[in-house]
């Protein structure tokens, strides 16, 4: 059973890069039919998908619209995860985060989430 | 891109039954959506995909109480046999020009 798990620090300061991991079990990062997502979750905005990496003949990244200039999302073959880079943050960013395995576009497994908080 | 809506809350009594409600916004009433599951302090889960034709796939281990259906634009989560650890709130989500789409979700509470 595919499980994903994640690391990172729960307090960045306002206009650094926030930081986060999720390493995968019982799957690929490499798998030629997953994809593999960060969303993040706050009273203000919801659910909110930010963005993912998934390898077909070469890797690709899709990024939200409300992020793509900030953001960033990375495959590391070598330890079998995926990363979050998300830079100049504000305390707009504080949220729950969590990274996601997706087949065909549906989220089919969660990770269990990381509540990063946004303060000087 | 495609936008999803829900009613914020809906309520049933113990052992009854609920049909949640997701409508695909205009133009896009063929899309699959996914319904996911948040109990209070967890993480979201995995329920199933539902088609437009009212096929649905359900995750593994999720009972057989939930089922899915379609009619339109408009996607249906039932559970049957109500229980108190079905609380929580339940989003829809789908997939629309390289972008994740979710609906605001409906908090349902069990009577």
């Known amino acids: 059973q595919v499980q994903l798990q994640q690391s990172g620090p729960g307090l960045v300061r306002p206009s650094q890069t926030l930081s986060l991991t999720c390493a995968i079990s019982g799957d690929s990062v490499s798998s030629s039919s997953a994809a593999w997502n960060w969303i993040r979750q706050s009273p203000s905005r919801g659910l909110e998908w930010l963005g993912r990496?998934?390898?077909?003949?070469?890797?690709?990244?899709d990024y939200a619209v409300s992020v793509k200039s900030r953001i960033t999302i990375s495959p590391d073959t070598s330890k079998n995860q995926f990363s979050l880079h998300l830079n100049s943050v504000t305390p707009e960013d504080t949220a729950v985060y969590y990274c996601?395995?997706?087949?065909?576009?549906?989220?089919?497994?969660w990770g269990q989430g990381i509540l990063v908080t946004v303060s000087s | 891109q495609p936008v999803l809506t829900q009613s914020p809350s809906a309520s049933a009594s113990l052992g009854a039954s609920v049909r949640l409600t997701c409508t695909l916004s205009s133009g896009h009433s063929t899309y699959a959506i996914a319904w996911h599951q948040q109990q209070p302090e967890k993480g979201p889960r995995y329920l199933m995909k539902?088609?437009?034709?009212?096929?649905?796939y359900k995750g593994d281990g999720i009972p057989d109480r939930f089922s899915g259906s379609s009619s339109g634009a408009e996607r249906y989560l039932t559970i049957s046999s109500l229980q108190s650890e079905d609380e929580a709130d339940y989003y829809c989500q789908t997939w629309g020009a390289a972008t994740g789409v979710f609906g605001g979700g409906t908090k349902l509470t069990v009577l």
């Open positions: 990496t998934f390898l077909r003949s070469k890797w690709y990244n």
């Open positions: 539902v088609n437009s034709d009212g096929s649905h």
């Open positions: 996601a395995r997706d087949l065909s576009g549906y989220f089919v497994r």
